[in-house]
Every structure is written in structure tokens, then in C-alpha cells.
């Protein structure tokens, strides 16, 4: 079959498009897990760019986290499973801003470090 | 709907942040070098435990990029240089997905990629900190000295 958004050819059991990541999971299938309606169009996010950044500028091992995460949705999403793609979706988000957060700390002790320095600096000097 | 166009909105709100702080840094990455200001932090791995992370050098690569200085780039951090097109066409895809709704194409990667590009990341944090030739070249600025 052929993506409707992006026209690439799939296999005719594909959960979601391999090119776009279009979910071809019919409409209105109500979760389990979720209870959530999930519209034809939908994409399960997967953060993968920030996590990348995260974990490159901030380089922290969080960042990782967030990469096996953004595998997770698309892995699941690839399976079929949406709700099991949501949740990795979530804990993939979580671990950006976990990154980003730490990266921010960082900046603001870096700086703290830096007043503290030119203070005992003044008084030694 | 009405809350499905508050999200839309803080999203474009959040987007909006995200371009000015962007804007920002690169300015400020292009007129001070991160070897030699304080004003960037240090890398967290590398001063607590004096070991290079994947991401060790990824700044002063940058600065030296936006330099125009290619090879000092290198050097620096060759991985940055290899991920930084995937990661601006990544970065633009999900600021038109915000802006009208619809991403660039062939940005969704199979799982599989995804673990692929999660050990080569790995891999060249561990490889650089080998002091064994050639890994001891990954380190940050090795190569320069080569």
C-alpha cells in the first residue's frame, strides 16, 4: 500500500508508514491501556533530535536514556502497539527535560563557581 | 478542540523560546571561544570524573565551525560535525511540524537505526578516552596535534 501522506510504499501489514511514520492503524480503536482514541493521522513523537542534543551538549547519561526511549516508540509503533508507544513516548520526553534541566544546572553552578572565584579573587589579590 | 489549540499555541510559544534562545547561544558561540571563556560550563563527565564524554568538544567544535575553521571543527569533535546536518534537518522538521502542522519527510527512523546510532554514540565516548593510537586521536583537539 501507499502512505496517504507522504506516498511512499509500504507492506500491507505495516502499522505505520516506514518514510513518514503515519499511523495506518484504523480510526477510532479504542486502547486498552489508555482508553484513548487514536485519530488515522496520528504520530507517536519520539524526541529523538533533543535527545540527541540533549545528550551531546549537556552529555549526560540521561540523554542515552532518552535515545533507548525514542527507539522504544518507534519500535512499538513499527509492532503496532500505540498505547506501549505513548508511554515510551512519555518517558522519552521526561528524559529530554531531565537532560536539559541538569544542563541548565550545570550553566547555573558553572557560573556560581565563576562569581565565587573572582570574589575570593578580590580578597586574595 | 479548544484545548487541542491551547497546545498548538504553547507549542508555537515554546518554539518561539526556543529560536531566540538558539539565536542567542550561536551568537554568543561565534564571538567567544568556550577554550577560552568561562562563560560556557565545562562538560559535568569531564569535570568530575576527567573522562571525555561523546559530547566533549561539541562547543568549541561549533565556535570553530562558525569560525569557518572546518578541521580545528573536526578535531574537536568529529561526531558533532557528522550529526550536526541530521540534527538541523531534525530541528526544522519539527519546527514546520509546529508551524503548519506537518514535518519534513524521512525523519521517522526504524528502532533498529535508532540502537545503531545510540552504540556509535556510546562507542566513540568509550573509544576516545583509550590512550592507545589511533583512539587517542578522537580525544577533543587531537588530531590538531597530530
Redo the contacts between chains.
Sequence with gaps: MFCPQCGASNPDNAAVCAQCGRNFQPAATPLPATGQVIPPGATVENYLVFAILATVLCCLPTGIAAIVYAAQVNGKLQAGDLAGAQEASRNAKMWCWISFGLGLATVGVTILLGILGVISGLHHG | MANATSILEQRKHLLAVAVVAGTVGLVLLRNFDPAKS?I???????FLTGWY????G??RAMHQLLQGNLRAAWALNP??MV?LPF?GY??T??ALLVLRG??L????????S??V??AV??LFGILRNLPVHPFNLLAPGAMLHW
Excluded: D, W, Y
Design positions: 568561562a560556557f560550563p565545562p562538560c559535568p563527565l569531564h564524554c561523546s559530547g566533549c561539541s562547543l561526531l558533532t550529526l540534527i531534525g530541528l522538521s519539527q506537518k514535518g519527510p524521512g525523519v521517522f527512523l526504524s528502532a533498529n535508532i540502537r546510532l545510540c554514540i556510546v
